[in-house]
């Protein structure tokens, strides 16, 4: 079976935000007397922005003690903080590796996907000057459920016009590998800890075309996707 699609998160494997992420959701629970380190923001990787306030809540005892709107006038207000922290970036904020990567996988006539929770997608494409290389982008306003649940792989293999088995997906996030694993995709885990990606590398500048060609190939046998 030929590899028709490549699909790929965006914080973490086209750049990295989490320290904006994470700077922001700090100020965020500081105001309302929660104090959250980066180890803590780590886990928040691949969740989206209301289900991250629900953990934080809960991890300063406070999970009931928010009103519905107070809960989203919370992550507003934390998202502007992040939007503000998002025009410093640029084309030399892409990950190692990524700009190189993407002409290649455009000269080999696969196609490229982006599926991220995060509702800034398409404004961080355009700061790295990177949207043109995308084929279709999912995000959290074309879906119901956020990782670890496949629905926004399955919907940017659905935008590109090819079903899972022939499309690959590459994650930082363990909640996104579950994702990808569960869509019926081939999984890239960028990260020594994603031991459930089917193929495991600890950085992005050890992401070639030619090695995950190659992957496809040892991977996907002659099969017809139906």
């Given at each position: 079976m030929?590899?028709?699609?490549?699909?790929?998160?965006?914080d973490?494997?086209?750049?990295d935000?989490?320290?904006?992420?994470?700077?922001?959701?700090?100020?965020?629970?500081?105001?309302?007397?929660?104090?959250?380190?980066?180890?803590?923001?780590?886990?928040?990787?691949?969740?989206?922005?209301?289900?991250?306030?629900?953990r934080?809540?809960?991890?300063?005892?406070?999970?009931?003690?928010?009103?519905?709107?107070?809960?989203?006038?919370?992550?507003?207000?934390?998202?502007?903080?992040?939007?503000?922290?998002?025009?410093?970036?640029?084309?030399?904020?892409?990950?190692?590796?990524?700009?190189?990567?993407?002409?290649?996988?455009?000269?080999?006539?696969?196609?490229?996907?982006?599926?991220?929770?995060?509702?800034?997608?398409?404004?961080?494409?355009?700061?790295?000057?990177?949207?043109?290389?995308?084929?279709?982008?999912?995000?959290?306003?074309?879906?119901?459920?956020?990782?670890?649940?496949?629905?926004?792989?399955?919907?940017?293999?659905?935008?590109?016009g090819?079903?899972p088995?022939?499309?690959?997906?590459?994650?930082?996030?363990?909640?996104?590998?579950?994702?990808?694993?569960?869509?019926?995709?081939?999984?890239?885990?960028?990260?020594?800890?994603?031991?459930?990606?089917?193929?495991?590398?600890?950085s992005?500048?050890?992401?070639?075309?030619?090695?995950?060609?190659?992957?496809?190939?040892?991977?996907?046998?002659?099969?017809?996707?139906?």
């Open positions: 030929m590899l028709k699609a490549i699909i790929f998160d965006l973490g494997v086209i750049t935000t989490a320290h904006l992420h994470f700077l922001a959701w700090r100020a965020v629970a500081a105001k309302i007397g929660i104090t959250i380190d980066e180890g803590f923001n780590a886990g928040l990787k691949g969740i989206s922005r209301m289900d991250s306030l629900k934080i809540l809960r991890h300063g005892g406070l999970e009931n003690a928010f009103s519905q709107e107070e809960c989203r006038r919370l992550a507003l207000e934390k998202n502007e903080l992040y939007v503000q922290s998002l025009r410093g970036l640029n084309s030399h904020s892409l990950l190692p590796g990524i700009a190189q990567l993407l002409a290649d996988i455009r000269a080999a006539n696969v196609r490229i996907g982006l599926a991220s929770v995060s509702l800034n997608a398409p404004a961080i494409l355009a700061s790295l000057g990177i949207t043109h290389a995308f084929d279709f982008c999912a995000d959290a306003s074309l879906i119901q459920h956020s990782k670890p649940h496949p629905e926004i792989f399955l919907t940017a293999c659905r935008g590109l090819f079903c088995e022939q499309a690959m997906g590459i994650e930082d996030a363990q909640a996104g590998v579950e994702a990808i694993n569960a869509a019926g995709m081939l999984s890239v885990g960028i990260g020594d800890d994603l031991t459930d990606a089917d193929l495991q590398l600890s992005t500048d050890e992401l070639t075309w030619q090695r995950l060609s190659d992957f496809w190939d040892a991977k996907r046998g002659p099969h017809v996707c139906l």
